[in-house]
């Protein structure tokens, strides 16, 4: 089988961990969403996620400062609207009105959740001694929610280089784990 090397500036799009997800925040009352892919489960109870943001992106001091987010997970459908939020500075922009997104209040956090994602996730950081190195903070969980109306949603998946898939079909294999 024939190989060639591969640019290491696109390894991240063989290994992307997950969908891509809409990362919310608040800082004085002024809500934010960012796109975010660079996240990784750590633990299952209590659960923890593990995530990446740019020193550089808006909501990265945000995080920082507050201690807390909702990760809100979103299906094909929404594609065009994180790609907008992913290219777009909540600094200069409200994206919740440009991209026509919808802020509910969450039970646990004063970041929103986004009403059109089919999951949210309420999150407080837990650890930050990896921010200042590699800009990764550690999350937990502290309240999900799951819209029981999506059947079967398609998540969005990011490959690099502006190239998307949507989760494919879902089949069950034998497994030890619940």
């Not at 190989?3 to 500036?9: H, N």
């Not at 650890?127 to 903070?137: E, H, I, M, P």
């Amino acid at each position: 089988m024939p190989r060639r090397t591969l640019s290491l500036a696109k390894v991240y799009g063989l290994l992307e961990p997950g969908p891509v997800v809409l990362l919310t925040t608040s800082d004085k009352g002024k809500p934010n969403v960012m796109t975010m892919s660079w996240h990784t489960m750590m633990e299952f109870e209590p659960p923890l996620i593990g995530c990446i943001l740019s020193n550089r992106n808006y909501s990265f001091n945000i995080l920082k400062k507050t201690r807390e987010c909702v990760i809100n997970i979103p299906t094909v459908e929404l594609a065009p609207k994180v790609v907008k939020c992913g290219n777009t500075s909540g600094r200069d922009v409200d994206k919740f009105k440009s991209f026509d997104l919808t802020a509910i209040p969450a039970s646990r956090v004063k970041a929103p959740l986004i009403r059109e994602c089919f999951a949210n996730l309420e999150c407080h950081v837990v650890d930050t001694r990896l921010v200042a190195k590699y800009n990764f903070f550690i999350l937990e969980v502290l309240k999900a929610w799951i819209d029981t109306s999506w059947k079967d949603p398609q998540t969005i998946h990011h490959k690099g280089m502006g190239l998307f898939f949507a989760a494919g079909k879902t089949f069950k294999l034998r497994s030890r784990m619940k």
